[in-house]
């Protein structure tokens, strides 16, 4: 990756000198970075290192102390409330932890509601994208179902189908494998690259989970608590010959597996 200030590469995300509070601690201080476009980037580290707090801060729901967010040139904290709004519905997807789905609506009426929303459609073409954006994640016939009637994976997945539904250019992942078993936190992983791919959508995905990391991961950026920073930046397979024994201890947890797609 490139630095912040390199004219040449045209970025998704510029994190600039950003520093972050919880209440009147600081929760990470002064971090750079970019993500460059169609790009997955995994955003890592031990429980309490400022995962979350970065993720607030991206989506423009934690103004920075210090520093600039910007995605796409845009410096989001500059933005007043509704012009922030008002771009972003169209430009970032979020995929919440929980799935965050809304239990009394149907999968088809939850991934429907943005698009019903914040757009002008008419209804069927409505009807039309969420089958679309339904047969994406692979829940096709899956329409009518509650979220209570589903898989922990399914109910992810289709998180993921709303997430997309305004046909986002960023996408961010909060612990998309969190609580999943191996087999289906590699599904979640192979429909992600899957969507990358035939999308061109950049990702970043908040995760500590390590096959997750090295299966999906073009770039890696570590967290550390104690240094309210960035401790490491790179692909995951160097990242985890690190020198430093921070990052060396959180790579070798156990064996995960390569990079596939």
């Given at each position: 990756?490139?630095?912040?200030?390199?004219?040449?590469?045209?970025y998704a995300i510029s994190v600039q000198n950003v520093s972050l509070f919880h209440g009147e601690k600081m929760i990470l201080e002064n971090i750079n970075f970019c993500v460059e476009q169609g790009r997955i980037v995994t955003i890592l580290g031990a429980s309490g290192c400022g995962k979350t707090t970065l993720l607030?801060?991206?989506?423009?729901?934690?103004?920075?102390?210090?520093?600039?967010?910007?995605l796409y040139g845009k410096d989001i904290s500059a933005l007043h409330a509704r012009g922030w709004l008002q771009w972003?519905?169209?430009?970032?997807?979020?995929?919440?932890q929980s799935g965050a789905l809304i239990g009394s609506?149907?999968?088809?009426?939850?991934?429907?509601?943005?698009?019903?929303?914040?757009?002008?459609?008419?209804?069927?073409?409505?009807?039309?994208?969420?089958?679309l954006k339904l047969a994406m994640v692979r829940l096709g016939g899956y329409g009518n179902y509650y979220p209570a009637e589903?898989?922990?994976?399914?109910?992810?997945?289709?998180?993921?189908?709303?997430?997309?539904?305004?046909?986002?250019?960023?996408?961010?992942?909060?612990?998309?494998?969190?609580?999943?078993?191996?087999?289906?936190?590699?599904?979640?992983?192979?429909?992600?690259?899957?969507?990358?791919?035939?999308l061109g959508i950049t990702m970043v995905v908040i995760t500590h989970d390590l096959p997750t990391i090295m299966a999906i991961s073009d770039w890696s950026i570590m967290l550390d608590g104690d240094a309210r920073g960035i401790v490491a930046t790179g692909p995951p397979k160097e990242m985890e010959k690190s020198p430093d024994p921070r990052v060396r201890g959180f790579f070798r947890r156990q064996s995960p597996g390569a990079k596939t797609g």
């Open positions: 990756m490139t630095s912040p200030t390199d004219p040449e590469t045209r607030k801060g991206l989506v423009g729901l934690l103004k920075p102390a210090e520093g600039r967010f910007e972003a519905r169209k430009s970032i997807g979020v995929l919440f609506l149907t999968l088809s009426e939850n991934v429907a509601l943005p698009i019903r929303e914040f757009s002008n459609t008419p209804g069927q073409i409505v009807d039309e994208i969420v089958r589903l898989s922990g994976g399914m109910k992810k997945r289709a998180g993921l189908a709303r997430a997309l539904a305004l046909d986002p250019n960023i996408l961010f992942c909060d612990e998309p494998t969190g609580g999943l078993d191996p087999v289906i936190s590699a599904e979640i992983d192979n429909l992600l690259l899957e969507l990358n791919h035939i």
